[in-house]
């Protein structure tokens, strides 16, 4: 069993950043950070391999930056040039395949998730 738990949630005024993290009992799978708005669907943010292939998510490219520190099995969501439509409920999920897909019906483990609030 994959043990997932998200931090660092916070209220950022827009055009901040943050650094949101995923303490994993393991890490030698496909990660990813998917959100969920009020009203909306959950979203694939951005995902990252065992071999460090990533994809990406159009609206945050170039803005959300995501790694993983091995040792420390923790997975990180860097998101510079934070905007109010980022606001949302972070997960932290992990798939036991090689791609890193932003579809949230491939992913199996999911952590608790951690809120991220924009202010205009």
């Known amino acids: 069993q994959v043990r997932l738990a998200e931090s660092g949630g916070d209220s950022v005024q827009s055009g901040g950043s943050l650094r949101i993290s995923c303490s994993a009992s393991?890490?030698?799978?496909?990660m990813g950070w998917f959100r969920e708005a009020p009203g909306k669907e959950r979203e694939g943010v951005a995902s990252?391999?065992?071999?460090?292939?990533?994809t990406y998510a159009e609206s945050v490219k170039g803005r959300f930056t995501i790694s993983r520190d091995n040792a420390k099995y923790t997975l990180y969501l860097q998101m510079n040039s934070l905007k109010p439509e980022d606001t949302a409920m972070y997960y932290c999920?992990?798939?036991?395949?090689?791609?890193?897909?932003?579809?949230?019906?491939?992913?199996?483990?999911w952590g608790q998730g951690t809120q991220v609030t924009v202010s205009s």
């Open positions: 393991r890490l030698d799978m496909t």
């Open positions: 999920a992990a798939r036991s395949g090689y791609s890193p897909t932003l579809d949230r019906y491939d992913y199996d483990y």
């Open positions: 990252i391999n065992k071999f460090d292939t990533t």
